[in-house]
């Protein structure tokens, strides 16, 4: 059987609309939908214009209210949870639906018997005795999550739920003021799910199949980073995933799609937004450099002193390019990018340039709107030569 040849181009463009950035008729229908087409959405603490779990859909829905953004990941009104917290590319929301599907990694965890403390088995047995006594409990009600200062040093009870969560004994299944909230599975996981455990080939021919699905094309290493698996563990199941393989221009690497992502080709309007640094589209550094020629690095974490884009700095992607980065702020009402990196392709050329600079400015009043900010403020631009450009087009205001 002969592969599809595809160009870089039509796999870009194919990734965007497996994530639901282009086109309309591709979009999601609500929260519930961008967590059903991701198959993992990644959770983080730091908040600046939102968290980032919030940041997702938005860039998919425009101005979803936060509060659906919380209700559609954590409602309980029926019982069970709609959504559940696991380590998936990392700590992610991940549809109820996939419950079973983890189970290979709570397997995992069980067969390692500790994961970075000593287990107390004790300790596990206080924390489901009083879950089971107590209903859901937030670690704070569970006895405190440290010990001492430290950020790393646990309290028992903090260990003992943490690993009771890793090998399934335990679930979060929302979230209240960013703490996390534990219960026992048999009373937020659904019995039908609750009942499943497929073994391991089962369980990664699954998500490797729906790593597919999410990103349009990927190569090996794509499916194994999307739920943090092993290259080998992909080369096992890669047949029963689903997917077909393909050649890309100017990958190193061969490739596989989703089958339904080929019938037709991407068409539609390109989403214009500010990107969570932690979206799927963007949290493999390698792919996103192969993908869009983007560099992308969280550095939030980095000496200040040695940040080259700023803090927080969120991708703002337009035409279907990532074109720049917004390091933003708010500050009494005002939307505030302390800093604003264009790349030098996107202002290579005068029309370049106005399109880029339209697309920011479109950008940064949606996101303002959306955080309720009445105002936007650019205090540093790379490229200076924009400054005035970018000036003009804010005091013009938000574009429709």
């Known amino acids: 059987m002969t592969e599809l040849e595809l160009t870089a181009d039509e796999a870009r463009r194919i990734q965007l609309r497996a994530q639901g950035l282009l086109g309309a008729q591709t979009r999601p229908r609500g929260v519930a939908g ?43 009104s029926t019982g069970t949870g709609a959504a559940f917290e696991y380590w998936a590319h990392a700590a992610c929301v991940l549809p109820m639906d996939e419950w079973p599907l983890l ?41 405190g999550a440290k010990a001492s200062a430290d950020w790393w040093d646990w309290s028992e009870q903090k260990i003992a739920v943490e690993w009771l969560l890793d090998i399934g004994e335990v679930v979060c299944a929302r979230r209240t003021g960013w703490r996390r909230v534990y219960d026992l599975p048999e009373r937020v996981v659904p019995a039908a799910l609750l009942d499943r455990e497929p ?26 980073d999307y739920y943090r698996i092993k290259g080998e563990q992909v080369d096992a199941v890669i047949e029963a995933a689903g997917l077909v393989p393909v050649r890309v221009a100017g990958w190193r690497h061969r490739a596989w799609a989703d089958p339904r992502a080929l019938e037709a080709p991407p068409r539609g309007r390109h989403a214009v937004t500010l990107l969570s640094p932690f979206d799927s589209l963007v949290w493999d550094r390698a792919r996103t450099l192969r993908m869009f020629g983007f560099e992308h690095r969280l550095e939030a974490y980095v000496p200040k002193a040695k940040r080259v884009h700023g803090y927080f700095t969120m991708p703002l992607l337009a035409g279907g390019r990532l074109i720049g980065r917004v390091d933003p702020a708010r500050e009494k009402g005002v939307l505030v990018a302390r800093q604003v990196s264009v790349e030098p392709w996107a202002t290579s050329t005068p029309a370049r ?7 920011l400015s479109t950008a940064l009043w949606r ?23 970018v000036e003009r087009a804010l005091r013009e205001g938000p574009a429709g």
């Open 103 to 143: 189970a290979f990694r709570r397997r995992a965890f069980r067969r390692r018997g500790w994961r970075w403390h000593k287990i107390s088995q004790e300790a596990c047995e206080v924390v489901l005795k009083r879950l089971r006594a107590d209903g859901p409990l937030t670690m704070r009600e569970l006895g």
């Open 367 to 389: 996101a303002a709107g959306w955080v309720g900010c009445r105002d936007v403020r650019v205090e540093v631009m790379d490229p200076p030569e924009l400054t005035a450009l």
């Open 34 to 76: 961008v967590l059903e087409q991701l198959g993992a959405v990644q959770l983080d603490t730091i908040s600046v214009l939102a968290r980032s779990h919030e940041l997702v859909p938005y860039a998919r829905l425009g101005a979803v209210g936060r509060e659906a953004v919380e209700n559609a990941y954590w409602d309980t």
């Open 199 to 224: 073994e391991d080939a089962e369980c990664l021919a699954h998500l490797v199949g729906r790593a597919g699905r999410a990103l349009g094309v990927a190569t090996r290493a794509d499916l194994a």
């Open 353 to 359: 340039a106005r399109e880029a600079v339209a697309a």
